[in-house]
């Protein structure tokens, strides 16, 4: 049976190059997910151009052209 509720969606998440390595875009995901549970969602959707691995070490799993996280 498909989740209902509320979803949460993240496009294109992009770091200019000379930032990148910082932990930038990783603090921001972080505050992300925190919302998100906060609010309950069901989903929260990643849409990407380029895969990072960071995207794995918050448990999200490739859907698509995307990433889901349950």
Request: a positive charge.
């Amino acid at each position: 049976m498909p989740l209902s509720g509320l979803e949460a969606y993240i496009m294109n998440v992009y770091t200019i190059p000379m930032w990148r390595g910082q932990g930038i875009a990783t603090a921001l995901l972080k505050e992300i997910i925190c919302f998100v549970r906060e609010i309950e969602a069901k989903r929260l959707w990643l849409h990407f151009t380029e895969v990072r691995a960071a995207w794995f070490c918050f448990d999200f799993k490739r859907n698509g052209n995307g990433l889901v996280m349950i």
